[in-house]
């Protein structure tokens, strides 16, 4: 697959920057955003990191127009960034309902509409976003988060019939647990067989046999979830 440009949000951590380093690997040129830097990917000549909190909305909205006033040939959107809040409805306050989902929803809305005119212009362009498999089966304890996430489904469903005419390929990839930092803030980790979690590179996977895929073909859905599902409670 030729080289290209990537944005990358949430190329910081766990999915994200695996999904970056394999794209760095191959050639790519990326740009990765968050609020926290990776030291490693850092150091790459061909890595860029905008530091910006996708939960303000102005601060998104500016470091995407930077990004695409100084970057020339973006052609790729990985929209990964996300968090999982978990408690019953009545525990979140209304401001964590908010957050939880302004950062797993309206975040991928609002720099896919920044980025879909430049990629029409180009006639090309790739969005590829980061579900969960919440969206498909639900979760206890993580309706906000499921909302955000089944929204986020019904998003790209919608935008993949909107953009396909301009050439541009909308993908989804809904992991199931997947071991990363993510379950920092659950109260809950996967269990500590290996059967039990999935490898960020193992997405990475994922996300790299869409993208290289031949551009009339769209892999519109990815689901992949760890054979087994057992969780364990952090004390
Ligand atoms: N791990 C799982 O089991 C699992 C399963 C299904 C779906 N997912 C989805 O996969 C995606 C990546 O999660 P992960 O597992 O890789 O978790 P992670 O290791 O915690 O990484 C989350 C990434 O999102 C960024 N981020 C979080 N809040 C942000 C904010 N306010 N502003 C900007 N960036 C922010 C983080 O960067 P900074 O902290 O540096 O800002 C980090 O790079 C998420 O959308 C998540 O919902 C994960």
Not at 84 to 93: K, N, P
Request: one cysteine or more; glycine letters at 10%.
């Amino acid at each position: 697959m030729k080289a290209r440009t990537a944005l990358v949000t949430g190329a910081s951590k766990g999915i994200g920057r695996a999904i970056a380093k394999r794209l760095l690997d191959a050639g790519w040129r990326i740009i990765g955003l968050s609020r926290g830097t990776d030291a490693t990917l850092s150091k790459h000549a061909r890595f860029r990191t905008v530091h910006t909190d996708l939960l303000d909305p102005n601060a998104l909205d500016t470091a995407t127009r930077e990004i695409l006033n100084s970057e020339t040939g973006l052609d790729t959107l990985i929209s990964c960034a996300g968090a999982g809040r978990f408690g019953s409805l009545e525990q979140h306050a209304n401001r964590h309902i908010l957050d939880i989902l302004q950062l797993n929803l309206n975040a991928h809305i609002l720099i896919a509409r920044q980025l879909l005119p430049v990629f029409k212009t180009q006639g090309r362009g790739d969005l590829l976003f980061i579900g969960s498999e919440v969206a498909l089966r639900g979760g206890r304890f993580g309706s906000v988060y499921a909302a955000a996430k089944t929204g986020l489904r019904g998003f790209t469903r919608a935008l993949r019939e909107e953009t396909a005419n301009a050439g541009i390929r909308i993908m989804l990839i809904n992991p199931g647990m997947t071991r990363t930092g993510f379950y920092h803030q659950t109260g809950f980790t996967p269990g500590d067989d290996t059967d039990n979690a999935l490898l960020p590179r193992q997405i990475a996977d994922a996300a790299w046999l869409a993208l290289g895929s031949k551009q009339n073909c769209v892999f519109d859905e990815i689901d992949l979830t760890p054979l087994k599902r057992v969780v364990k409670k952090q004390r």
